[in-house]
């Protein structure tokens, strides 16, 4: 069995919304969700899923799911591009979720200058309060960068040296530059279906998947979004079995087995987020 832990899905999202019990179904039984062109030889064993929130009600319904797999686990916050739109009662919404046993992370939070929908110094606020909630619960935060690093960076390495942050950059997009600094201050790095791409424009993110050392490693799917390769394009959405292909990528980048990538992914997933925290 390859044992798979997908740390980020929005499986709370409208995509899924018709047939998420067959979806479940499908997890705990390890079967991907299309047959391969080229099979796997080995099943798949689907060791986790990290829900994550974009606002107060996705976040509410990530709990929700938590409590219907033991494959899931939640993490609550407003996604940047929400936080345009986030009332008082959200923030309180997010709070008390935040503490509750079943969330295990505080996420997605984090800077998006690709899109325009929330101002960039209200984001930046947000991604402080979301810090200090982190540091308050002792629960890793789950960070979206999205063309933000000059931002990013400082705040991350102010919150770590000053508060003991910790936590996971999720679909890291960086080059080996960003990746190293993400490193330095503690960091692991999942990576998504981009790594898996083959456009050129991807290389420097593929140098940056051979430098994360093993204990900080970790894959995602990012579903629906971001379907790896070779699905990309023919499937209508993602789902949390195809972080296979991701690990399979960055076995092939990092010369080493899909074994010992989705055991060692497993283990850093387990350790991060399935150990009761103390607060
Ligand atoms: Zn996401």
Redesign the pocket.
């Known amino acids: 069995m390859i044992p798979i832990f997908d740390t980020?899905a929005?499986l709370d999202l409208e995509p899924f919304s018709n047939d998420l019990d067959a979806v479940i179904r499908r997890l705990e039984s390890g079967t991907l969700p299309v047959v391969l062109d080229e099979p796997l030889n080995q099943p798949i064993e689907i060791t986790g899923v990290l829900l994550?929130g974009i606002d107060a009600q996705s976040s509410y319904r990530c709990a929700e799911l938590a409590k219907r797999s033991p494959l899931f686990h939640a993490a609550a916050a407003i996604h940047p591009n929400y936080v345009i739109n986030a009332t008082d009662n959200d923030w309180k919404i997010i709070t008390e979720l935040a503490h509750c046993d079943s969330v295990v992370a505080i996420g997605?939070t984090g800077l998006d200058r690709y899109w325009d929908y929330t101002p960039i110094e209200q984001q930046i606020a947000a991604l402080k309060q979301h810090i200090d909630l982190a540091v308050q619960t002792a629960k890793p935060i789950q960070i979206?960068c999205r063309d933000a690093w000059n931002d990013m960076l400082p705040i991350l390495r102010q919150a770590v040296k000053e508060k003991n942050l910790t936590g996971i950059i999720?679909a890291f997009s960086g080059e080996p530059e960003q990746a190293a600094e993400c490193i330095e201050l503690g960091f692991y790095l999942s990576f998504a279906g981009s790594v898996t791409y083959r456009n050129a424009k991807f290389s420097p993110l593929w140098e940056s998947a051979k430098i994360v050392p093993a204990n900080r490693l970790l894959i995602e799917t990012?579903s629906p979004y971001m379907t790896p390769h070779p699905f990309r394009g023919k499937l209508k959405r993602n789902e949390p079995s195809l972080a296979v292909m991701v690990a399979v990528r960055l076995a092939e980048l990092r010369g080493t087995t899909l074994e010992e990538i989705a055991e060692t992914t497993t283990q850093n997933a387990r350790q991060l987020l399935c150990t009761p925290f103390i607060s």
């Open positions: 980020h929005h994550p997605e979206h999720h990012d």
